[in-house]
């Protein structure tokens, strides 16, 4: 019973700002490789920001200076803050987690995922 739930999202303004949590259960989140990812309407799921099991991170150019990924252990949770949002922003959320099972396949799972709009 692996569960992901985002929540924090909603209406903001140019240059707001929101900060969104995925809480999880059945797994333990210092285990997994953790992200974020976006889908606006007609375009593909992107990832905006990621953090490894080792606590290392990485991000879409388009966010890098504007967003924060980060991890609560002892609440089992990660956390995506985000800055100076612009429209462009405007997308549903995922929590993802994944790690390996076995040299052909991982352990994965996705949230429900969280609006996010960005209009004045």
């Known amino acids: 019973q692996v569960q992901l739930v985002e929540s924090g999202g909603g209406l903001v303004q140019p240059g707001g700002s929101l900060r969104l949590t995925c809480a999880a259960s059945?797994?333990?989140?210092?285990?997994?490789?953790m992200g974020w990812y976006r889908q606006a309407p007609g375009k593909q799921r992107e990832l905006v920001a990621q953090i490894t099991s080792g606590d290392s991170t990485n991000y879409a150019d388009s966010v890098s200076d504007r967003f924060t990924i980060s991890r609560d252990n002892a609440k089992n949770t990660v956390y995506l803050q985000m800055n100076s949002l612009k429209p462009e922003d405007t997308a549903v959320y995922y929590c993802y987690a994944v790690r390996p099972r076995s040299r052909w396949s991982t352990y994965d799972y996705w949230g429900q995922g969280t609006q996010v709009t960005v209009s004045s």
């Open positions: 059945g797994i333990t989140v210092s285990l997994y490789n």
